[in-house]
């Protein structure tokens, strides 16, 4: 699969207003975002239709509020969500529905690898006929940097924004006497987790990707041909956290398999067995959420730390939680209605799952005063947000190359394992995954 290169940039270089946005767009999108299935010109909807909808955060976490928001505004659509967990099989569980007709209509995919995969085997339709004939839509999209397009084409629009960064147990931090990091390297990143380690907690979940702080989204690639994981930079990514788990500075590789901490590593901090770990959005409805996960300590917040030699590193994040039609939607008018529905006035419904709104119009204080919850000053140290996601100018990256991604994710993921837990040696996990990822991209490419 060949995409588009699109420009990098910093989200947060600067917040737009949407009536600023919005000057210079005639006309309601409203009336022209209602399209005809085959992608034609707008019409009328027949009747009252049914949108099944798809997606991976907890119903009571947005969803819901969003579902019944969309619903009040037009009877003739009712919208049903169905949640699938964001793991392996909850990402099988989506494919074998997307293959179905009348069980998905709308879908929301978090990993680019799934993404991808879900393009290419023709589940995600072309929404280009909609942006086109929708104003304000095709504005956003033609003036927002890091909209992914594949094969000249958008088959799904990012819904939010993030930006990926360490959770940092602020109160345990002071009480060992080390000071916030604002801007750390990997070698201070180390010694903090190594210091506060003891007995009964280890200083970190996981350690930092050093591929893709020095190369970005693209890092497994030397090219659409190659696989890059004989890079240097791999190796020392894999020895860190391997070292660390062997200085039981980061949390045994044996238990997040046993567990399936892979989903859930946000147990791991709230239980207090961690000082810190790397995480996006997700984590927060958990910490905010002091009935179900009670927890005394609390969370701040820092930037991924930066790798020796790299100057500029990427951040992950960036849009993302990109939401697409399914081809096999029969009520493709009404789907669409919905999905402009969520990417625009609805995306304050999502702010609770940790999701800032990609789409312009919420203020910064909205969205943080909406994800972090009502006792965010007695939970999260909110300057160490506000400066992580909203004052810090970061780097990002998006993915321009897809070949074999979805199993070159599963290669690393079976590999990484058997690394981590001490299975196999760092020469052989370089060798496997190498020649792994390389035949994959053979075969993807026949």
């Known amino acids: 699969m060949t995409l588009d290169q699109p420009k990098v940039t910093s989200l947060f270089s600067g917040q737009m207003n949407r009536r600023t946005f919005l000057g210079g767009v005639l006309g309601t999108a409203a009336t022209a975002s209602l399209l005809a299935a085959c992608g034609g010109a707008p019409a009328k909807s027949a009747g009252p239709v049914t949108v099944h909808f798809w997606g991976g955060v907890p ?7 969003l579902v019944a928001a969309f619903n009040k505004l037009h009877p003739d659509i009712k919208v049903i969500y169905t949640r699938y ?4 099989p909850g990402n099988v569980k989506l494919d074998t529905a997307l293959s179905a007709n009348g069980l998905v209509d709308v879908f929301v ?6 993404m991808f995969k879900r393009i290419d085997a023709g589940a995600s339709q072309d929404l280009s006929s909609y942006i086109a004939q929708d104003k304000e839509v095709k504005q956003w999209v033609d003036s927002t940097q890091g909209i992914v397009k594949v094969k000249g084409t958008y088959f799904g629009l990012p819904t939010a924004t993030d930006t990926g960064g ?3 147990n602020k109160t345990l931090l002071e009480k060992t006497g080390i000071k916030m990091p604002q801007q750390w390297t990997v070698d201070e990143f180390h010694a903090i987790a190594k210091e506060v380690s003891g007995k009964n907690v280890y200083g970190t979940f996981d350690t930092p990707d050093l591929a893709f702080a020095k190369y970005g989204a693209n890092a497994n690639y030397k090219d659409a041909h190659t696989s890059n994981f004989d890079d240097p930079i791999f190796r020392q990514s894999l020895e860190l956290h391997r070292n660390m788990i062997v200085e039981k500075s980061a949390f045994p590789w044996t238990e997040v398999m046993a567990q399936n901490l892979r989903v859930y590593s946000q147990s791991t901090y709230l239980k207090g067995q961690v000082l810190m770990g790397y995480a996006q959005g997700t984590w927060i409805r958990y910490i905010a959420d002091t009935t179900n996960y009670p927890h005394d300590f609390v969370t701040a917040f820092a930037p991924i730390p930066t790798p020796t030699g790299v100057d500029q590193p990427y951040s992950p994040g960036g849009l993302g939680s990109w939401i697409h039609l399914n081809t096999r939607s029969q009520n493709k008018e009404a789907a669409w209605t919905f999905l402009r529905y969520h990417l625009t006035d609805g995306a304050k419904y999502m702010i609770p799952s940790g999701r800032i709104p990609a789409f312009p119009g919420t203020d910064v204080n909205t969205s943080i005063n909406g994800i972090l919850g009502p006792k965010k000053d007695q939970v999260f140290d909110v300057e160490s947000y506000k400066r992580l996601h909203f004052d810090t100018p970061a780097k990002y990256s998006v993915p321009t190359i897809s070949t074999a991604s979805a199993e070159i994710t599963k290669i690393l993921q079976d590999q990484t394992d058997r690394y981590l837990i ?4 760092i020469d052989t996990w370089v060798s496997n995954v190498k020649q792994q990822s390389d035949t994959a991209i053979r075969n993807a490419g026949n």
């Open 59 to 65: 119903a009571d976490k947005g969803p819901n509020d």
């Open 85 to 88: 967990v964001n793991d392996a």
């Open 109 to 114: 995919d978090y990993v680019p690898a799934y």
């Open 166 to 168: 360490y959770f940092l």
């Open 422 to 425: 001490g299975e196999i040696n």
